[in-house]
C-alpha cells in the first residue's frame, strides 16, 4: 500500500534540478535531509515553533518541517548549503553570533532573507524578523550585530 502513495517530485533546490521518490505526505525537511542529504537545515521542534529548519521557499523564509515537499514543486528552493558564501555567514561568524551552532542555518537563512527584501531594516524591523527564530545558547546581541552588519554591507552595495 505504501508503494501507491509515493511519488516522484522534481525539485528546484539551490539552482540544481534534483528529482526523488517519496512519499506525498512527507515534509520539505525530511525529503531535504534524508532524501537529497541537505543536513543543514536542523529538525527541532517540528511544529514551527524554533525556526531551526528554516529555508527560503522563492525567496521567503519557511520553516520546512510544516511545508510538505510536494508544495514545493516548481518553486526554488534555498538552503543554508546554497548561499554560496553570503555575507550574513562572514557576520555571523566576525560576531561570535552562534555558540553550538545547531540553529544558526536557521537563523542566517531568516536574516538573508530579511537582508534581501528589507535592506533598509530598522532596529524593530530586525526584532520582528528574529522573532521566528530560537536559540537557547546565546544572546540575541550577538546575532543582531551581525545582521545589522550584513544590512550595512548590503547598503554600500546598493
Known amino acids: 500500500m505504501e508503494e501507491t502513495t509515493k511519488r516522484e517530485l522534481v525539485l528546484h533546490v539551490n539552482g540544481e534540478r534534483r528529482s526523488i521518490v517519496t512519499r506525498q505526505a512527507e515534509t520539505l525537511l525530511f525529503v531535504l535531509r534524508d532524501g537529497l542529504g541537505l543536513t543543514g537545515a536542523k529538525p527541532g521542534c517540528l511544529n514551527g515553533d524554533c525556526g531551526a529548519c528554516t529555508v527560503l521557499v522563492d525567496g521567503t523564509p ?5 511545508m510538505l515537499a510536494i508544495e514545493t514543486v516548481g518553486k526554488e528552493i534555498t ?21 553550538c551552532g545547531y540553529c544558526t542555518p536557521g537563523f542566517i537563512m531568516n536574516a538573508h532573507a530579511l537582508i534581501e527584501r528589507h535592506p533598509g531594516a530598522d532596529q524593530a524591523t530586525i526584532q520582528e524578523w528574529l522573532e521566528s527564530n530560537i536559540c537557547r545558547c546565546t544572546s540575541y546581541q550577538e546575532i543582531e550585530a551581525a545582521v545589522k552588519e550584513a544590512l550595512e554591507a548590503k547598503k554600500a552595495d546598493i
Open 79 to 99: 538552503t543554508i548549503e546554497g548561499l554560496d558564501d553570503a555575507p550574513i555567514q562572514h557576520a555571523f561568524v566576525r560576531h561570535f553570533a552562534f555558540q
Open 62 to 66: 519557511i520553516k520546512s518541517c510544516m
